[in-house]
């Protein structure tokens, strides 16, 4: 019995991911797109030119982005659930 629980959660779980993803396709707009398209490519250009200068300088500012990244992420969800 359990086990049917979670297959009938996870049919659900994905449909819901589904029509939220379709949903979001449909609003992507051109400028979107391009710009999903460029942010990969300025990532890749900035880690090489920082690769350049350096490891140490390449994993510094990485770590310094991670944690920017972890701080952002945990106030947000923190704001959420006020």
Sequence with gaps: MGLGACGLVD???????????????????????????LVPVLGLTIGIALYSE????FWRVLAYLAVF???????????SIE
Excluded at 21 to 31: N, Y
Aim: a positive charge; hydrophobic letters at 40%.
């Design 54 to 57: 350096g490891e140490l300088v």
């Design 69 to 79: 990244h972890f701080i952002r992420q945990q106030y947000g969800w923190l704001r």
């Design 11 to 37: 049919r659900c779980g994905s449909r819901l991911v589904d029509q939220f993803f379709e949903s979001i396709s449909t609003q992507i707009t051109q400028a979107q797109a391009w710009l999903y398209s």
